[in-house]
T-cell receptor, first 114, second 109 residues
Framework: GAGVSQSPSNKVTEKGKDVELRCDPI?????LYWYRQSLGQGLEFLIY????????KSGLPSDRFSAERTGGSVSTLTIQRTQQEDSAVYLC????????????FGAGSRLTVL | GQNIDQPTEMTATEGAIVQINCTYQ??????LFWYQQHAGEAPTFLSY????GLEEKGRFSSFLSRSKGYSYLLLKELQMKDSASYLC??????????FGKGTTLSVSS
């Protein structure tokens, strides 16, 4: 697609429920990133997919968080047994794997855990 | 790992010049990026430095000194629309782009 598409744009859930957030990167972009941004805070790195390499999961805050990228394109971030501290905007970005690797961000998925 | 430090907040007036500093500590340095993020929006790319020196792009310039682990973003002829957060980010080879906590710039008339 023309840009990075994320869904849902807003998600309200109850504590303890599982949620799935979806990212559709720019066509042809081999790198895909997930970041989390809490209110008024910077971007916290979560996970990074680069081509066929094993993903860099070093930023995932707990084993309740997982992500997959199917067919080198669409990615899903899953949060199990959500907690109130998981409330944040989850941003996805993609880039090529050459040159400056400039990231293009999606509009984000705002997650609110009640 | 990486450590990126930038001021939390800055204020300036319309028409002025402001310099936002960023210091970083990293191994395998592979580029320094600046992104702009308006409130409620996604970050957008501003500049990229991988070699020492100044990169100029219109009213915005970015400087890098690899030996000092230092960069700055220079904004000239400030406009109200420049009120935003400015994010310094550092890349190591083969790893994700890591962001600093951002500098919130408020431009007043």
């Amino acid at each position: 697609g023309a840009g990075v598409s994320q869904s849902p744009s807003n998600k309200v859930t109850e504590k303890g429920k599982d949620v799935e957030l979806r990212c559709d990167p720019i066509s042809g972009h081999t790198a895909l990133y997930w970041y989390r941004q809490s209110l008024g805070q910077g971007l916290e790195f979560l996970i990074y997919f680069q081509g066929n390499s094993a993903p860099d999961k070093s930023g995932l805050p707990s084993d309740r968080f997982s992500a997959e990228r199917t067919g080198g394109s669409v990615s899903t971030l899953t949060i199990q047994r959500t907690q109130q501290e998981d409330s944040a905007v989850y941003l996805c970005a993609s880039s090529t794997d050459s040159g400056a690797n400039v990231l293009t961000f999606g509009a984000g998925s705002r997650l609110t855990v009640l | 790992g990486q450590n990126i430090d930038q001021p939390t907040e800055m204020t300036a007036t319309e028409g002025a010049i402001v310099q936002i500093n960023c210091t970083y500590q990293t191994s395998g340095f592979n580029g320094l990026f600046w992104y702009q993020q308006h409130a409620g929006e996604a970050p957008t790319f501003l500049s990229y430095n991988v070699l020492d020196g100044l990169e100029e792009k219109g009213r915005f310039s970015s400087f890098l000194s690899r030996s000092k682990g230092y960069s700055y973003l220079l904004l000239k002829e400030l406009q109200m629309k420049d009120s935003a957060s400015y994010l310094c980010a550092c890349k190591e080879a083969g790893t994700a782009l890591i962001f600093g906590k951002g500098t919130t710039l408020s431009v007043s008339s």
